[in-house]
DNA sequence: CCCTCTGTGCCACTGAGTGGAACGGACGTG
DNA sequence: CACGTCCGTTCCACTCAGTGGCACAGAGGG
């Protein structure tokens, strides 16, 4: 038990999640395992530097510290900065949610999310965790990614996680095949309530597919076909302000 | 030379900046002073728990974990998911860049940017640093900042660093005063090329101004008086909806 | 070809990190 | 009011993880 400061520290932080913002000491020692006095000297190491921050009664929470460095992720913001403008704009003539993910190891995470105020009934939330097999983007980063990413994926189906549409590991195959030749992807959430309807497309640098914009509306008043267009129009001018500005700001 | 593993971690990430988004270990070495063996491994560590990742060609850039957490910061993240759609809307009313900045010691850090695509001549990057006396929001958030921060940023005021407007400590304090009675600053940067005008007003939480929202424009074809309303009435609403909804999502 | 600068592996030393123990305060309960 | 419990905090002897000097290999480049 101690393996690494640099790894308890990051154990610490990733004690956080939506549910828990703000932790007393014995939240993070309950939740890490830790013992008291190493999650207080550890906690008080990451406040000093900022990568946590004390309120007046004594929880930590996240600090911005985190922000700032995150910020210089290319992968995360710098690609979030060219990608904005275009996601405003299809967020603007859709209406509708529009999301922006890259994939890390067998998970997509979401970079950026444009939503309308009204009581957005969508579980991702950015720099949240979205599954590859039964989203929009997860699909389009799966079809785009190695081998070995696609096989544990198909291996690891479990029938009826990926709607109406994907019920056998050999529907994602060749759901997967058809978004590669199509490049784009329409996935259906059929929940009882809430059915969602999604249209999604790759974005792509110099190397390859980097990250996966997407629409997503709730299905009654949603005709995929009717966005793939601008969706996939929105994706390649994203991909073409990747390749010429390199993607700073 | 050796105080604190986790000081060093963060030193090390603290290293990249938007002009060094991917450095090589050599980089790493020079920017942090860390011995060579001690840079690579604390950069190893720090990729296993994916705060950073390895290119190709052997250099590290900032990895998705750290936007994973940074994204649960309530100052940051948190904050910004329930500001995002009322800056949307300002953003599409008025056209202009619109900011959302948090204080952060003597500093302002920039939380959230719209911004059109055209050519953006603007400062200021998500995630980075903004100066609390020469920008709207900056202003806005030194003026409801507490006293000792106020009282630094009189005492270490250089004249000309806040365009014309305010040239003395003496016209700094007075312009403090009149932004908190009338709850919005207006701001002109009277650069020789790239003049700037802002509109700003703060946003509140149960305790007090947590953070400062503007709208910052080209001046020939701004006249800030007309969008002050717009700016404060976002900012209320969004402060309206901290304290009902409890921010999180 | 030699010199330099890179990334990497090795390893003895030591001091930074560890976690058990003990203290005081804040609750809440009997 | 006294009791037990849980919290945050401090202290300290032990030891193991982190340190950094050194050596090696490969890539340029002059």
Redesign the pocket.
């Known amino acids: 038990?101690?393996d690494?400061?640099?790894e308890?520290a990051f154990a610490l932080l990733g004690s956080f999640d939506s549910e828990h913002r703000a932790q007393?000491?014995?939240g993070l020692t309950r939740r890490t395992g830790?013992?008291?006095?190493?999650a207080?000297?550890?906690a008080r190491q990451l406040t000093e530097v900022g990568a946590l921050e004390r309120l007046d009664d004594?929880r930590f929470v996240v600090g911005l510290r985190l922000l700032e460095i995150a910020s210089l992720a290319p992968r995360g913001h710098g690609l979030r900065a060219v990608a904005m403008p275009f996601m405003e704009d299809l967020f603007h003539v859709t209406g509708h949610h529009v999301l922006l993910a890259v994939r890390n190891d067998d998970e997509a995470l979401l970079v950026e999310r444009l939503s309308t105020h009204d009581a957005v009934p969508i579980r991702f939330r950015v720099g949240g965790r979205i599954p590859l097999v039964s989203t929009g983007v997860g699909l389009v980063l799966l079809a785009n990614a190695p081998a070995d990413v696609q096989e544990r994926a198909l291996a690891g189906f479990v029938p009826g996680e990926a709607g109406d549409a994907i019920r056998t590991a050999d529907d994602l195959r060749r759901s997967l095949a058809e978004i590669r030749r199509g490049d784009y992807a329409v996935a259906r959430r059929p929940s009882p309530e809430n059915p969602r309807t999604t249209a999604a497309a790759p974005v792509r640098d110099e190397d390859g597919v980097v990250a996966a914009l997407s629409v997503v509306a709730p299905s009654p008043q949603f005709d995929p076909a009717a966005y793939v267009p601008a969706v996939r129009a929105a994706a390649r001018a994203i991909s073409r302000q990747l390749r010429t500005g390199q993607g700073g700001r």
Chains 1, 2 share one sequence.
């Open positions: 038990m101690g690494g400061l640099i308890r007393p000491l014995a830790m013992a008291r006095s190493t207080l000297r550890v004594g």
